[in-house]
C-alpha cells in the first residue's frame, strides 16, 4: 500500500470526521453500537437461538443489509420454518477458529452454500433471503470484530485502487479474502499510529454511548474498535468521496501501471538481497563446532562397525577391515549412513545440517534475486 496515498484519505476522513458522525446525518459512529449489541447478545448455544440471533442483529440490519437483499431476513426465516439446529450448525462451523485466512474464506463459501440450499429447498421464490458471498464475512466482523474486517465490494475496490495496494484483491468468484485482510492490516496499523484520531474516535463513542445510556467505556473498550475504522474508511472515502482532489488511480494493465509493478518489485528484490545477505554473512562469520566423536564406534550399513580414528573438521576417518573410509559430518549421521550415536550427537548433528540447508536456500534465493534485478533494471 502506498502510504502517501492514504494519507490523504486519511487525512480527509479526518477533516470531515464529525460531519461524518453528526447523529441528524450519516451517523457513521453508529457501526461501533450495532457491532457492540452484537457481541453483548451473541451466544451459539442459547436455547433460543431465533431470539437471540435477532437480539445480536437488530441494529446491523441497515448495516448489512439493503432495499433489495435481506439476509438477516433469510436466517430468521429459516428458524422460523423449524430450521434452527441446522442453521445454528452452520453458524458453528463458521465461527470456529481457523488460523489460515484462506480457510475462513471457505467456510464462509460453504455458509452461504449451505443457508442458500435450505432456502432454496423451502421457498425459492425468496430470492431476496439468500445470501452471498459479503453476508458471512460481515456476520464474522460483528460476531468476532476483534479478528475480522467488514467488507462490501466496491468501496474496497475503490479504495484498493486509489492507495496502489499491489495485489488485487477480486471480487464474486476471484475474491481473495488472504488480500483483502492483508490490505486492512496494513490500513490498521498506520491508524494505530495516530493517537490524536483515536482520542477523537473515543470522545465520539463517548457521545453516542451517552446517547443510549451507555458508559463510554463499554464502546471505547470494545473489541476491534478500529477494525471497524479500517471499513468505516473505505466505506465513507466511497460513499462521501473521500477522493476529492486526489489524483485518480493508474489503469491497471496500462503501461504507468505496469512502469509502477516493475519499479516495485525492483524495491523489492533490493530489500530482500540486503535482508538475505546480511543474514547469510552472519552465519559465516561464525565457524559452527562439529561435535568430536573420535573414538566413537559406528556402525555401516555396507562396512558394519568400526571406530572413528580421527576426525579433520567434519569429516570422519573410520577403519573398516583395515581400510580408512571418510564420512562428512553432520550427512552421515542425520541421513542415516552412520548408527549408533548417542542422542546428543544426532540432536547437534540435526542442528547443524538446519543450519547448512538455510545456508544453501539464502545462496539459491540471492542469485535467483540478482539474476531477477539484472533483468529488471
Known sequence: MNTNRFDEIFSNYKAKYKELNDPDGRDEIYKWLAVRCCTDNWNIDAEDFLEMFRRSM???QNIIENRYKHPINGITYLCEQGKTEQVREEFRKLLSDAEDIRKIQDKADVFQDSINAMLSEIAPEKWSYEQD??????????????RSYMYKAE????????VEFGDDIGSGQTFRLDHYYRLCDEVL???EKDEDFIEMLDAELTKVAE???MSG????????????????IMYCANSAWLYEGMKPPVKKGSKEDKERIVQRRIEEI???????????????????EYPDLTGVELMNIRYGKGKVKSQDGHYLHIEYGGEDKMFPLPDCITKGYLKGASEDIVEACKQLSDINEHKKKLTSSLRQLSEELSLLE
Open 58 to 60: 437488530h441494529l446491523s
Open 133 to 146: 458471498r459479503r453476508d458471512p464475512l460481515m456476520y464474522l466482523a460483528f460476531i468476532k470484530p476483534e
Open 155 to 162: 468501496p474496497a475496490r475503490v479504495f484498493s485502487n486509489y
Open 189 to 191: 496499523a498506520e491508524i
Open 211 to 213: 446517547r443510549n445510556d
Open 217 to 232: 467505556s463499554d464502546l471505547q473498550g470494545m473489541p476491534g474498535k478500529l477494525r471497524i475504522v479500517v471499513y468505516d
Open 270 to 288: 533490493h530489500e530482500l538481497l540486503d535482508t538475505e545477505n546480511a543474514e547469510l554473512e552472519e552465519l559465516l562469520k561464525s565457524d559452527p
